[in-house]
Structure formats: C-alpha cells, structure tokens
T-cell receptor, first 113, second 118 residues
Framework: DAKTTQPPSMDCAEGRAANLPCNHSTISGNEYVYWYRQIHSQGPQYIIH???NNETNEMASLIITEDRKSSTLILPHATLRDTAVYYCIVRDRSNFGNEKLTFGTGTRLTIIP | GAVVSQHPSWVICKSGTSVKIECRSL??????MFWYRQFPKQSLMLMATSNEGSKATYEQGVEKDKFLINHASLTLSTLTVTSAHPEDSSFYIC??????????????FGNGTRLTVT
C-alpha cells in the first residue's frame, strides 16, 4: 500500500478556504486518492476521490499534482461543522472491488469562529 | 445516497458476557463488509473483512474466536464480541460498498457502536 503523510493538525477561520495537504509519494499508477472525514464519535464520511485529474463535488475540491505524489483537499468556505479529522487514503487495489481502506492518523482540522 | 446502519449505537455490558453488533446496508447490497475498531484518540484499525456466504478474513492479531463475524445476507453482517473484557471497550465501525458499483464507488460507513465493558 502507498502510505500517506498528513499534518497532524490545522486551524482555519470560519468562512475561509481550508486547504488540507497530503503526501503520497509512493503511489502507483492505478491507485486512487480518497478523502474521508470523521466528526467526533461518528463513522467516517466519504468526501471525494480522484485518480489524476482534479475533482470537485458539492463538498470539496481535490487537487492532485501532475506527478501524483501529493494532493490537496479544499473546503471552499469552511463552517464550524467542518471541524473533524480528515483522512487521506490511497486505495489498495490488490483485490479490486473488495479491497480494504487503511486509515492513517489524519489531520485534525479545527474551524475557528 | 448509500446508507449503512449500525445497531446499537452504544452498549454497556458486564465483563464475561457477549455483545452482538449489527451492520446493515439499507439501500444497496454488499458481498463484502469491513469491521473496524477505534480506540480513543487513535485512528481506525481494520479488524476483519466479512464475506457474504463464507468465512470472514481477520487481520493479524485479531482473534477470530473472540470476534465472531456472520454475513448471512447481502445486506447484513454481525459482529459478536464474545466473553467481553474491559480492554474490548472501543468504538466499532462497519463499512460496505455497493456491489453494483464496486469499481469506482466509495466505502460507506456506519455511525459506529460504542462498547463499554464494565
């Protein structure tokens, strides 16, 4: 599995864009980058995923560098409800369709009023 | 969107008793479900992969006789913590993926079950 490296914590002012970096320098060509977040005492919530192109949905944008060795999750207008631990995960495709996700320690994002 | 439901959301049991946790996919079918455990201030750790109609696959260090997994249908997997001890107190979370969209769909997670063994 490609490992990921994330800063342990970040703060962001409410209403501003939150940019969460992730390093995955050992990612292989067929591995996707997934982002999940976990609000306190809840199960992880899927945010977005991508392979090599930038992606955007109603929750966030995902920017993947051209060499795919790093990515950034962008929450465009952070709210207090975005306070959570954010996990960047590279999808293990050894058994495509049933492969498991391996969680790292993530980034604890705190949105400040 | 796809919903995974866990029950109960929390449970307190006495040491030595067994506890069953249910994980249901509400609007999709899943041949595979995953069980995770999370201790306070730590990340999720995969315990086992639940396979519909066959035996579960356990991660290294997880006792299969203590954590019994049954995946009897395409929408239900159960985790039974047998002879629970205080050190089994944790947050147990299940996840599943829609088997019709396995190639590009995300894993969906339940809201977890907080187990406290007294």
């Amino acid at each position: 599995d490609a490992k990921t490296t994330q800063p342990p914590s970040m703060d962001c002012a409410e209403g501003r864009a939150a940019n969460l970096p992730c390093n995955h320098s050992t990612i292989s060509g067929n591995e996707y980058v997934y982002w999940y977040r976990q609000i306190h005492s809840q199960g992880p919530q899927y945010i977005i995923h991508g392979l090599k192109n930038n992606e955007t949905n109603e929750m966030a944008s995902l920017i993947i560098t051209e060499d795919r060795k790093s990515s950034t999750l962008i929450l465009p207008h952070a709210t207090l409800r975005d306070t959570a631990v954010y996990y960047c995960i590279v999808r293990d495709r050894s058994n495509f369709g049933n492969e498991k996700l391996t969680f790292g320690t993530g980034t604890r994002l705190t949105i400040i009023p | 969107g796809a919903v995974v439901s866990q029950h109960p959301s929390w449970v307190i049991c006495k040491s030595g008793t067994s506890v069953k946790i249910e994980c249901r996919s509400l609007d999709f079918q899943a041949t595979t479900m995953f069980w995770y455990r999370q201790f306070p201030k730590q990340s999720l750790m995969l315990m086992a992969t639940s396979n519909e109609g066959s035996k579960a696959t356990y991660e290294q260090g997880v006792e299969k006789d203590k954590f019994l997994i049954n995946h009897a249908s395409l929408t239900l997997s159960t985790l039974t913590v047998t002879s629970a001890h205080p050190e089994d107190s944790s947050f147990y979370i299940c996840s599943a993926r829609d088997q019709k969209e396995i190639y590009n769909s995300p894993l969906h997670f339940g809201n977890g079950t907080r187990l406290t063994v007294t």
